[in-house]
């Protein structure tokens, strides 16, 4: 019998790990699925292996999210599941909704989606809908904000772009152009590298900056 251990046991083998599942209801745009299990980067060590695949030393666009498809794709059909990722659409899948219903990510004093073991560095790479219930541990019983009390995301931005209230996109894109914007550019977000949990998490500067040279090209 499959067990989400096993599966994630197998996933780790590509660096990936298990970001939550749940089991899906009305709502959730899942016919057909017992369980959705969502995966992410496996920290450390993530970069090392991607950056080794085919599909990044091709030259071809979107390396990351075709290395996901590849794997998460061969990954589904060897369960019997099928494979779901972000990118798919328009329309897209609601990850961001689905993330929630896993009760391991929440949203954040800033907005951001943050996971118990990513923190605010949290990327989903893809899903895997299963025919069958799969038995699922207990969440956690709190966001990880909850016993944070410097919660220092809330003040980090040095562009005061991104904050409780608000995140101001224009002002964000403005600041990166800026010589002072270079640390969020080769280091990552600053807001996202100032919570604790990402800190531990083990994501490397170069996979941030990475990421940030395709948000901001």
């Known amino acids: 019998m499959t067990t989400l251990a096993a599966i994630a046991e197998r996933a780790a083998a590509e660096r990936l790990a298990v970001f939550g599942a749940f089991h899906p209801a009305d709502g959730d745009e899942l016919e057909g699925a017992e369980t959705l299990i969502l ?6 060590g993530f970069w090392g292996h991607l950056t080794s695949q085919p599909e990044w030393r091709d030259g071809a666009p979107d390396p990351i ?8 794709g061969n990954f589904a059909q060897r369960l019997g599941g099928r494979a779901i990722f972000p990118s798919e659409g328009p329309p897209y899948p609601p990850f961001f909704r689905w993330a929630l219903r ?6 954040s004093p800033v907005q951001l989606l943050v996971h118990d073991t990513a923190g605010l560095m949290v990327s989903y790479r893809g899903a895997i809908a299963l025919p069958q219930r799969l038995a699922l541990p207990d969440a956690p019983a709190a966001s990880p904000c909850a016993d944070c009390t410097a919660q220092p995301c809330r003040t980090a931005c040095p562009a005061a772009a991104l904050t409780p209230q608000h ?28 919570c604790p949990v990402s800190r531990a998490y083990g994501r490397l500067a170069e996979q941030s900056a990475y990421h940030m040279r395709r948000f901001h090209p």
Request: net charge positive.
């Open 39 to 44: 995966f992410g980067p496996a920290e450390p």
């Open 167 to 194: 995140y101001d996109l224009p002002v964000c894109h403005a600041f990166l152009d800026t010589r002072e914007g270079q640390d969020c550019l080769s280091r990552g977000c600053g807001v996202r590298r100032a």
């Open 102 to 107: 896993t009760g391991r990510a929440w949203p």
């Open 65 to 72: 999210d075709r290395w996901s498809a590849r794997v998460l």
